[in-house]
């Protein structure tokens, strides 16, 4: 089954912390097992937001508060899997 990189980007969500909220934004990388790019994009979107959801991440209520795939690749994945997930945030 072929291998993919997706690479996805949230914008505008919420995060509580210290008793105040903030907007956070992230990048995050996910490596995922698919037949197809559209099932991996999918896959990865999936993922992502239900560890955003386990960290106490939400999205944000301004209506522009979005999480989107920005790239899939298909790569050799050989051998290759990744030992965790992370998030960038900014």
């Excluded at 509580?16 to 990388?29: G, L, P």
């Excluded at 301004?62 to 899997?81: A, I, N, Q, S, W």
Aim: hydrophobic share 40%; net charge negative; charged share 30%.
């Amino acid at each position: 089954m072929p291998y993919f990189r997706c690479k996805l980007h949230g914008q505008n969500f919420a995060h509580a912390h210290k008793d105040h909220a903030a907007a956070v934004n992230f990048y995050a990388v996910r490596w995922v097992e698919a037949f197809t790019d559209e099932l991996a994009a999918r896959e990865a979107l999936d993922r992502v937001t239900r560890q955003i959801e386990d960290n106490g991440i939400e999205p944000a209520k301004d209506p522009h508060g979005t999480l989107e795939v920005e790239d899939v690749e298909e790569v050799d994945g050989d051998g290759y899997k990744p030992s965790h997930d992370a998030f960038v945030f900014y």
